[in-house]
C-alpha cells in the first residue's frame, strides 16, 4: 500500500512542480490533473490510492493517461451538454458531473477511464453528486486481472472478444437494460487500433439506443484487414492519420440507424 500511494504521490509533486513551463502541451495536461485532484475534495484521488486499484498505480504513465481519460470525460460530459442529459451549470469551467449515464468503456485494457468513473462518481443514492450513473469496461483481458471493478456498485466489466457477432446481441441486451433504469448508453473508444475502431462505429450504427460514441482512434489499419485501398485515399501532403480520421467521419453516415447524427471533432 505504501508503494501504491508514493506513485500516486509522486504524481501530485511532479504537476505542482515546473510552474512556469510555457508551452501550451504541458498546461493542458496539469489542467486535468489539477481537476482530478481537486474533485469532490480529493476523494478520488484519496480512492485511487487504495491498495484495491494497484492494477492502474504503478504505470509508468500515469500522468499522461490520466489526462487522456479525463479529456474523454470532458467529451461524454459535452455529449450529455448537448443532448440535454445533465442539469444546467453557471459556472465557467465546472467540474465533470454525470447523471443518469451508462457509459460503455470499449477495448478498455485495464482501464483507467472507468477506474477513474468509479472514482469520481458515487455509487451510493445517499452520497452527494450521485447521478445513477453505471459504467461497463469490456476488454479480452481476464476478470481477475482487473480487480479495482470489483470495488463499486457503478462499475463493472465484461470478458469479451468484440469482435465476435454474439457480442452485439449481449450488449444490446445490456443497454436496453440500463435504458429501463433511466440511463442514457455513451460508447467510448479511446487508442483504438486499426479495425477496431470500424467495429466501434459498427457498433454505434447497430444499437440505436447508445446515444453518443466518442471516438480516439490509434493506429491506422494494416493492409490485410480489407479496407477499400479506394475508399482511403489522402489528399495530397496530407497526414495519414488525419486521412484514416476523415475515412471513420465518413463511415459514422453510413447505414446509421440514428436520425439527425452530427459528427464532431475534439
Known sequence: ????????????????SNPHEPTKEHYTSRKYLDQFLSHAGGNAFEKLCKIEYHGIGNKNKLRKELSESYSILHAVQQCCDDLGKTSERIETDPPIHLEQVFLI?????????????????????????????????????????IPHFLQDANASYLSRDI?????????????????????????????????????????????????????????????????????FQRHEEEDLYVTWSRYLEEKMDENSQHTNLTVQRY
Open 1 to 16: 500500500k505504501k508503494e501504491r500511494e508514493r506513485s500516486i504521490t509522486q504524481l501530485c509533486e511532479v504537476i505542482q
Open 105 to 145: 468503456d470499449l477495448c478498455s485494457g485495464k482501464s483507467l477511464t472507468t477506474a477513474l468513473c468509479g472514482a469520481l462518481f458515487p455509487s451510493e443514492p445517499c452520497d452527494p453528486g450521485y447521478g445513477n450513473n453505471h459504467f461497463l469496461a469490456v476488454d479480452r483481458l481476464p476478470t481477475h486481472l
Open 163 to 231: 469482435m465476435i457477432p454474439e457480442f452485439f446481441i449481449e450488449l444490446e441486451k445490456e443497454v436496453h437494460r440500463q435504458a429501463a433504469e433511466g440511463r442514457t448508453a455513451i460508447l467510448v473508444g479511446m487508442h483504438l487500433c486499426g479495425n477496431l475502431s470500424e467495429r466501434a462505429i459498427e457498433v454505434f450504427q447497430r444499437i440505436p439506443l447508445i446515444k453518443a460514441l466518442i471516438l480516439s482512434p490509434c493506429c491506422l489499419p494494416k493492409l490485410r484487414r480489407g479496407i477499400p485501398f479506394d475508399s
